[in-house]
């Protein structure tokens, strides 16, 4: 090992036996250099109860930034070792951020005479080194049980042998774990070191703390170790604080910045009142690691897992739908949920279980956090708890990422402002991740509750606003046009879509008919920003279908009118914040509606200029009419409106499918779509199969319906006396 990294009981600035910090009115130092270490003031030094605050603040100001390490804990390594790449959990993990944090100059290491100076010019210039010690079997089973305890010491009594096995038995699947000969000596540093730390910031030694330790703790559950985790440390320092300074650490916040959910501390405080967990984490509908336990009365991390008896609302996860996330997410994660409940529970402690997997780089946690965000998220969280911070390493596995993200947080910690930086906007998907999260989280804290509202309380005279919109089109298109109800046998399909297909009186004797698939109309409103209600006369609907069914009815046209809703409400759906239906889901209810319509109505009428008309998501409707029924020589055109994907049209049996589609058809595809900002995909969308594509000068589906009305009716109306028939053309 290098001299520079040496144990932390030889450390020139360390709080241990050879540099004692005198306690209070113990003498030692003289007076200036006790006032900068924190320690009583001479007791002659009168205050009066108005200057307590002031004495206070000052005292607080001359704390230094405490930092944990040891060697020692480098010392646990995988006993199954071999040819193979290194195991991500490398024990240079700790070195690299200690030898970052030296070169920062946060850290100090120059010789003992110069210490004195130091304590008394620039006590806080500095990070006051931690010493690591054991941590005792009482503290360790406080969260863990004897036999878990008993298990990990059993470790140092196995040969090689045995541990190799372990180790090659272990490091897979769920447990994820590799052990050695010195594995239980690391894990009770790793988990005396986090003690220790949180112990200084807690009693007010220093102001914060970072613990530069491993094996990581945060997946270790109560009775087994789990994902490079042997025993789970923030959590045994959690209690072992609120133990040792009930009064003033009794509510701590366990905040989870590691790229995986800590299921371990999610567990052992989910009924617990004083702990509140937050942890922001990938999910992948549970297939990201740890994934689903296999006992599934044991809550993983999705977003519904809010805490059980009185923990209820203490467990937040955060859980993004994929990999991917940088520091737009992070920032609106913090904004939007972190620190508003992190207020309100108004913790007496902060504890950061500081993984940098999430970190720029770390190819293991696939996310883009970068180090100013790092300190931006670490600034925010000192505005808790007077500044009492502990950070406490978890997982990160990029040597490079880990250290630079560590460095960012430690300056932050020191009292460095956070660097400038350029937030990028939010993947859509996590904004709406951190909407569900808000409405999840709603019954338990006060300042989830804006804009949200509680389907059950409003009993059942309430009613979803999808259902009133498409009866009042009903009524509307019922009153100018007589158009009625089409019925539908099917009661599957009659229940889901009922009122949803409409059609004008005597279709069955048209020459022409326009069938048109669309979406719901789009709903505009302007909230009241006081309260985010909303009043009725600030709202506002658009449908743009509403034109067309009008200039059809002119000109003599049958008119089948089928709205395909985003989802189809059930009873039991008391959920304010529904998503919309998938693309399976929404592809099978339409297949199962466009067909029955064409077996049971089209195809049987006598029918000479068919056109067909889809709008929004719903013109996936047209594709499978076209791919799933042999219809194409019945269709005299197609016009699409599209704002989401672009789908192609082919078929393997009839090999002149895509270049009719390509013929007979006008797809307008909105202009900011994501297509026209890639050339080579811009040149794939004009091939035969995507239809007669034309890039919309506008944005949105009503303003494009507007917009290419009368191109739209000039193509109909030139393909009225009679279509052009089979036509092939060559891909473009």
Not at 105 to 124: C, H, M, N
Not at 234 to 245: G, T
Not at 561 to 582: G, K, L
Not at 682 to 701: E, I, M, N, Q, W
Request: proline residues 6%.
């Amino acid at each position: 090992m290098e001299s520079e990294d040496q144990s932390m009981m030889d450390a020139p600035n360390g709080f241990d036996g050879s540099h004692d910090t005198p306690a209070p009115g113990q003498g030692g130092f003289d007076s200036s250099i006790k006032n900068a270490m924190n320690v009583d003031m001479d007791d002659s030094e009168e205050y009066s109860d108005t200057d307590e605050p002031i004495k206070l603040m000052r005292r607080r100001g001359l704390l230094p930034t405490g930092c944990c390490y040891d060697d020692r804990m480098k010392l646990h390594a995988n006993a199954d070792f071999g040819p193979t790449p290194h195991h991500p959990e490398d024990p240079r993990r700790i070195e690299e951020i200690m030898k970052m944090f030296k070169k920062g100059g946060l850290v100090f290491a120059g010789s003992d005479s110069e210490l004195l100076d130091i304590l008394r010019d620039a006590p806080t210039k500095y990070m006051w080194r931690i010493p690591a010690r054991p941590a005792t079997k009482q503290e360790i089973c406080t969260v863990h049980t004897p036999a878990h305890y008993d298990w990990v010491q059993s470790l140092n009594d196995m040969s090689t042998r045995d541990l190799r096995q372990l180790s090659h038995n272990m490091d897979q699947g769920r447990s994820s774990l590799y052990v050695g000969s010195m594995s239980y000596e690391a894990a009770l540093l790793s988990a005396g070191g986090c003690v220790e730390t949180c112990k200084n910031v807690a009693s007010g030694q220093v102001k914060n703390a970072f613990a530069i330790i491993r094996p990581p703790g945060h997946h270790a559950e109560y009775d087994q170790p789990m994902g490079f985790c042997l025993f789970n440390n923030v959590p045994v320092a959690a209690k072992v604080c609120q133990n040792e300074y009930p009064d003033t650490c009794r509510k701590i916040l366990i905040l989870d910045w590691d790229v995986h959910h800590g299921n371990g501390i999610q567990n052992m405080f989910y009924e617990d009142p004083n702990i509140l967990y937050i942890s922001l984490h990938v999910y992948e509908n549970g297939t990201f690691y740890p994934g689903k336990p296999e006992n599934s009365m044991i809550p993983d991390g999705d977003i519904d897992k809010v805490g059980d008896g009185l923990g209820q609302g203490k467990n937040v996860n955060i859980g993004w739908p994929s990999q991917g996330m940088g520091d737009g997410e992070y920032l609106a994660a913090f904004q939007k949920i972190v620190m508003p409940i992190a207020k309100e529970f108004n913790p007496d402690m902060v504890i950061i279980s500081a993984g940098f997997d999430a970190a720029d780089g770390d190819e293991l946690g696939g996310c883009f956090v970068t180090p100013p965000c790092y300190a931006h998220m670490t600034y925010m969280l000192m505005s808790l708890a007077s500044g009492k911070v502990a950070v406490c390493l978890e997982g990160g596995y990029n040597l490079k990422a880990i250290s630079q993200s560590a460095l960012a947080v430690a300056r932050t910690l020191m009292g460095e402002p956070p660097p400038k930086m350029e937030v990028p906007p939010i993947n859509r998907d996590a904004s709406k991740l951190l909407d569900r999260v808000q409405a999840v989280q709603a019954p338990y804290w006060e300042c989830m509750r804006p804009g949200i509202i509680d389907v059950k309380e409003m009993g059942d005279n309430a009613l979803r606003l999808h259902d009133i919109i498409r009866n009042h089109q009903r009524q509307v298109l019922s009153d100018k046009y007589a158009m009625v109800p089409l019925f539908i046998q099917r009661e599957y399909l009659f229940k889901s879509f009922e009122h949803q297909v409409l059609v004008t009186p005597g279709i069955h004797v048209k020459r022409k008919i326009l069938f048109v698939i669309h979406d719901p109309p789009e709903l505009k409103a302007m909230p009241d920003i006081t309260d985010n209600t909303v009043d009725p006369h600030n709202g506002f609907v658009l449908d743009g279908v509403t034109a067309y069914i009008e200039w059809a009815h002119k000109n003599d046209f049958g008119i089948i009118d089928a709205n395909i809703p985003h989802y189809i409400t059930r009873s039991e759906d008391y959920d304010a914040y529904i998503p919309r239906a998938n693309e399976r889901t929404l592809q099978r209810q339409i297949q199962e509606l466009v067909c029955y319509i064409w077996d049971n109505y089209l195809q049987l009428y006598d029918v000479e200029e068919l056109f067909i008309v889809g709008v929004g998501n719903a013109y996936l409707g047209v594709k499978i009419l076209l791919t799933n029924r042999d219809s194409k020589d019945r269709i005299a055109g197609v016009i699409n409106f599209v704002t989401g994907s672009l789908r192609p049209i082919k078929s393997e049996t009839d090999t002149e499918l895509s270049s009719w589609y390509k013929q007979n058809s006008l797809v307008y595809v909105t202009n900011d779509h994501a297509c026209w900002g890639d050339p080579e995909l811009a040149k794939k969308v004009l091939k035969k199969r995507f239809g007669g594509v034309v890039r919309s000068p506008v944005v949105g589906l009503n303003h494009m319906m507007e917009t290419h009305a009368k191109d739209v009716f000039k193509f109909i109306s030139e393909r009225l006396p009679g279509k052009s028939g089979n036509t092939t053309q060559d891909e473009m």
